[in-house]
């Protein structure tokens, strides 16, 4: 049995997580590196950005027993739920996974999922060697290890990158992906340029701010505040002018 002194336990960091977590890769470009995708066909990584489309990378491995098939499900459910951004035309899906064992055909059974809650052509599942996907998850700040058993230990979330293949935003599985939060972050890595209504997107921009602490955008108030202080600035100026304006045409 492991006893350590008194002074070390509330340092301690079992083995199995020590050196697994999601780094801040904000700004750094997606590595380029050369996979399979879910139809066995060769894809590089950096095809994926068109300059136009976010894109919403899922790191997974595809014989995960515990959380990854669960997080994929929740964010294709949040995907559902996020206004009126529509895949394939606002944001692009990506799921790799980091297991060098899986296949093109485990790979397919993904993509399958995906196309059942967002329809056919949306998303790309892919499968690379393990130096490859240790690139590609090294750029974007997901960092795992194999553990006992042939499993991995690794961090649980989604990483949203800008349409010209920069890492923009991590979306953390923290009992289910917010909706708000990966609407928010597509928003984000786009500028706002993604949807039908784009002053709406830019108003949600404005009103929510990411909190590192929390790892989730959260209300601020004080944005509400002064944004409708100067709107009924505006409103009452323009109601004054009215004013002004009809009575010198009496006059």
Known sequence: MLLLP???????????????????????????????????????????????????????????????????????????????LVPGKDYTLFVYSFD????????????????????????????????????????????????????FSHPVAVIVATPDGRVSRAVYDVGGINPMDLRLAVLEAADGKVGRNTVVNKFLLYCYRYDSANRRYELVVWRIVKLFGVLSIALLGGIYAYIFVAKRKRE
């Open 6 to 84: 008194l002074s070390q336990i509330g340092s301690y960091v079992p083995e199995e997580i020590g050196g697994v977590g999601v780094e801040d890769r904000r700004g750094r470009r997606v590595a380029s590196v050369t996979l399979k995708d879910h139809t066995g066909r060769e894809i590089n990584t950096a095809d994926l950005f068109d300059g136009k489309r976010p894109v919403v990378i899922v790191p997974m491995y595809y014989t995960c027993p515990v959380v990854c098939s669960t997080t994929l499900t929740l964010t294709l459910e949040a995907l559902l739920r996020i206004g009126d």
């Open 100 to 151: 060098h064992r899986d296949d093109v055909l485990r790979a397919a059974e993904k993509c399958r999922t995906v196309e059942r809650y967002l329809g056919k052509g949306v998303g790309r599942c892919a499968v690379g060697d393990s130096v490859s996907v240790w690139e590609l998850s090294s750029s974007i700040g997901m960092l795992y290890k194999r553990i006992k058993g042939g499993l």
